[in-house]
């Protein structure tokens, strides 16, 4: 097998290493046991991949134990769940700053032979799964929610989510784009659906809808230079505006409301400039096509 370095575009190919002077198989494991192949190395960039699926996989556990648990034993504590919600969705929005800088330190330093596959991995665990999971346990513990409509639409949240990884992996697009809503995005729109409490059928209408953004064809720009720091400026506000309302601060809860119908205007709002840019563009090349074809 042959892995080529993305940097130095080197070839290594198992073997390689043994010199044509080489004597003996001794010298040639010593050699080989102290050079590990490209493959198997862990860069900065993997290591903070690996925070992303760990902050996803203690969201589930938070949502879990402080959530789902109280409510099925009848020892709920509205105090305690709201602590627990808040911690994961707070672990949420840790997992898309780790996704954020992950894909920056990759660009500055060298990112490894695995770098891709674990971020695909790591976004299904946090962007995909906890956030399906948080669907689910809204719809275990809402008064008015029903169980089974919204356990299809945690899945649905979650097919959509498998599906942009997967096109992610194989489809290129114009550079500085995303093609279908980014997952971090997504998922902390379907989170602030879901906290603003609204009746169930316009929640679970709305989180479908976000589900078929994330596989849609319209382009979202990528979290770069000053779009970066806007979006991790959001995202620390966010994670203020959840403790003003876990810790029950004057006016947290209005507070959290407003800053998750900021969000989920946002992810109305995005697509529909997305749209009306990409018409005023075709229809500028049909005049020109016009144009030229009169000349």
């Known amino acids: 097998m042959t892995v080529i370095d993305p940097d130095t575009q080197a070839a290594w190919v198992p073997g390689a290493e043994r010199s044509a002077d080489t004597d003996t198989d001794d010298d040639y494991t010593e050699d080989s046991t102290d050079e590990m192949p490209l493959s198997t ?55 898309s700053i780790f996704d954020l800088f992950d894909g920056l330190v990759a660009r500055k330093l060298r990112s490894s032979a695995m770098g891709a596959e674990l971020d695909n991995l790591s976004d299904l665990i946090s962007f995909g799964l906890a956030p399906a999971y948080f669907v689910v346990v809204w719809g275990m513990v809402a008064n008015d929610a029903h169980q089974r409509v919204s356990v299809v639409a945690a899945i649905v949240v979650l097919l959509a989510v498998v599906l942009r990884l997967a096109r992610f992996s194989c489809v290129t697009v114009r550079s500085g784009v995303f093609q279908g809503m980014p997952g971090p995005f997504g998922a902390l729109t379907v989170i602030s659906i879901v906290l603003l409490e609204l ?14 953004l994330m596989v849609s064809r319209v382009e979202y720009p990528k ?25 029950d601060a004057p006016g947290g809860e209005l507070l959290l409301q407003t800053g998750c119908a900021l ?15 990409r018409v005023n563009s075709f229809r500028d090349n049909r005049r020109e096509a016009r144009a030229a074809a009169q000349g």
């Not at 969201?59 to 020892?75: C, D, E, Q, R």
């Not at 779009?227 to 309302?245: K, N, P």
């Open 41 to 95: 190395r862990l860069s900065i960039a993997d290591t903070l991949t690996l925070g992303n699926a760990t902050c996803g996989f203690m969201a589930v556990y938070f949502t879990t134990t402080g959530v789902l648990i109280p409510h099925l034993t009848g020892s709920e504590d509205g105090g305690m769940a709201r602590h627990s919600a808040a911690t994961a969705v707070v672990l949420m929005l840790m997992a």
């Open 223 to 247: 979290p770069r230079g000053r779009l970066a720091v806007a979006m991790l400026c959001w995202i620390v506000l966010s994670m203020g505006l959840l403790a003003a309302w876990a810790f």
């Open 263 to 277: 969000q989920v205007v946002l992810g109305a709002v995005i697509p529909l400039f997305a749209t009306a840019r």
């Open 199 to 212: 009746p169930f059928v316009p929640t679970a209408l709305a989180i479908v809808g976000v589900a078929w």
